[in-house]
Structures are given as structure tokens and as C-alpha cells.
């Protein structure tokens, strides 16, 4: 099957400092990025989609210029958190999307997750 | 009130048991369902997909999808401790689970050996 990388697995970072997470989809090209947000014993949130060489579409609520994606090739997106702050630790999960033709419409694919802690 | 509801349990069952899990949802532009597993600390992984209303099985698993009663359900037969995991009901309105998903908030599985 498909397989989609996160790195790095796990961070701890200081309050104001800046985090970089890399998504990579490794045996396949992916037409589309999502980003998702999970507190503790909930669900996964949508925060952003991302479609290669161009600008991410955020979801309601979700600050664009507090979370960069770059989406620069088909198997690369990153999730840069700016000037993190304690309320932004979270499990950050990615996931990469084929596009495909009837019956098989496409699929997305999961990352392991990115766990942020900021102190 | 929220797209897709889900109860998180816990719930907590005996081996060999039949587990039902279910969701409710109130966008009617829904057409596409997915029920994916979750261990600790790690990403999703589909489970079962269902376009449609109707039912799908798949070994142990069942799903069900009901549009019209906006009900989906997942039925786990011959429960084993490997399931134990938190599963989280999905949907799409598009036609494959390559658009986006809004996902229940999951339910806490416990199997009891």
C-alpha cells in the first residue's frame, strides 16, 4: 500500500520559536496534501488543503500566517508552526491524496503523526 | 451542531463479542463513508468504505449506511484484543476519500480478553 512519511515523529520546542514538520508520500505522487490537528482524545480537525505549486486553502478559524504549508513538488508538503506557543502543542497528522478515474476515485493516505509539545 | 456525531466511549466489551459502532450526520451532500482505526499515537488507517447507502462486509466487518435516517454503523463480529483502538467514522461529499473528510470525533474500543 501506499505509504506516507512524517518527520519528525516527536518535538519539543520552545514558546517562540518556529517548527518545521515535513509530509512525504514515498512510492506515489500526490495530487493533494491535507494538514489535521488532534487534541488528545478527539477527533481529527482539517486545518488546510494543499495542492501542489499552489497556495494552501486553510479552513475557517485556522491562521494562515501561524501555520505555513508549502507544497513544492507532488511527494513534499511542510507544515511550518510560527512562534509556537504552549496552546499549539498538539498531534499534527498529514495525509496525501491519489487522484484516480472511476470506480477508483483516489485515495488518502495517512502520515504516523507529528507530536508538538511547546514549553 | 456538529457535521458528524460519534460517541467516544469508552466502550468496553468481552472477547468473541459483536461490537456496534455508529455515527450520525446532518449534511445530506454526504455520499461517501469511511470508518478508519486509530492506535495510540498514530495516523489513521481505513478500514471500510461504503459510497452510498447499503451495506459492505469484509471479514469481521460490516458497514452500514443508511441516508436516509443520515445513520452510519460499523459491526465488528468475533471481537479479538487487536481490535482494541479508537475508531473514528468519516465523510465525504465528494467520491472517494481523496476529498475532503470530516471525521467523528472516534470511539475508545476496549476488548476484553
Known amino acids: 500500500g501506499a505509504v506516507v512519511s512524517q518527520h519528525p515523529s516527536r518535538v519539543i520546542c520552545k514558546s517562540g520559536t518556529s517548527v518545521k514538520i515535513e509530509c512525504r508520500s514515498l512510492?506515489?505522487?500526490?495530487?493533494?496534501m491535507f494538514w489535521y490537528r488532534q487534541f488528545p482524545k478527539k477527533s481529527l480537525m482539517l486545518m488546510a488543503t494543499s495542492n501542489e505549486g499552489s497556495k494552501a486553502t486553510y479552513e475557517q478559524g485556522v491562521e494562515k500566517d501561524k501555520f505555513l504549508i508549502n507544497h513544492a513538488s507532488l511527494t513534499l508538503s511542510t507544515l511550518t508552526v510560527t512562534s509556537a506557543h504552549p496552546e499549539d502543542s498538539s498531534f499534527y497528522i498529514c495525509?496525501?491524496?491519489?487522484?484516480?478515474?472511476?470506480?477508483?476515485?483516489?485515495?488518502?493516505?495517512f502520515g504516523p503523526g507529528t507530536r508538538l509539545t511547546v514549553l | 451542531q456538529k457535521e458528524v456525531e460519534q460517541d467516544p466511549g469508552p466502550l468496553s466489551v468481552p472477547e468473541g463479542a459483536i461490537v456496534s459502532l455508529n455515527c450520525t450526520y446532518s449534511n445530506s451532500a454526504f455520499q461517501y463513508f469511511m470508518w478508519y482505526r486509530q492506535y495510540s499515537r498514530k495516523g489513521p488507517e481505513l478500514l471500510m468504505y461504503?459510497?452510498?447507502?447499503g451495506n459492505k462486509e469484509d471479514g469481521r466487518f460490516t458497514a452500514q449506511v443508511d441516508k436516509s435516517s443520515k445513520y452510519i454503523s460499523l459491526f465488528i463480529r468475533d471481537s479479538q484484543p487487536s481490535d482494541s483502538a479508537t475508531y473514528l467514522c468519516a465523510m465525504s461529499a465528494g467520491y472517494s476519500s481523496a476529498s475532503k473528510i470530516i471525521f467523528g470525533s472516534g470511539t475508545r474500543l476496549s476488548i476484553r480478553p
Open positions: 461504503t459510497y452510498s447507502s
Open positions: 512510492d506515489f505522487q500526490a495530487t493533494t
Open positions: 495525509s496525501a491524496a491519489t487522484s484516480g478515474r472511476a470506480p477508483n476515485n483516489g485515495e488518502q493516505f
